[in-house]
């Protein structure tokens, strides 16, 4: 069963910085397209960026393209977020996902498994 884990959340002042991590235990990332998500209360959950299973690719959602970096480290297992220039609108709980040798799809329904989720704050 695979498990993932965010860490790296909490509270930054506009244009500051945030760096999360996802952590995957009973796989590795390496065999898993790797998606970041956002849900802000009361909306949708929103694609951020993801890496296919390859490492190849890397896809962002148009409102963070420029500013964030998906990256993975296949010696900790983990894929990781760099969030640049956070304006109040990135204000969310952010959601890894996992799919087992996937492109690195937007869409939501093509992940498998998921984390529970980590508190993204940005005050003006």
């Known amino acids: 069963q695979v498990h993932l884990v965010e860490s790296g959340g909490g509270l930054v002042q506009a244009g500051g910085s945030l760096r999360l991590s996802c952590e995957a235990s009973?796989?590795?990332?390496?065999?898993?397209?790797m998606g970041w998500f956002r849900q802000a209360p009361g909306k949708e959950r929103d694609f951020v960026a993801a890496i296919a299973w390859s490492g190849g690719k890397q896809s962002y959602g148009n409102s963070v393209k420029g500013r964030f970096t998906i990256s993975r480290d296949i010696a900790n297992n983990t894929v990781d977020l760099q969030m640049d220039s956070l304006e109040p609108e990135d204000k969310a709980v952010y959601y890894c996902a996992a799919d087992i040798l996937g492109p690195g799809s937007e869409t939501p329904s093509f992940y498998e498994y998921w984390g529970q989720g980590t508190q993204v704050t940005v005050s003006e």
């Open positions: 009973g796989g590795t990332v390496n065999r898993f397209g």
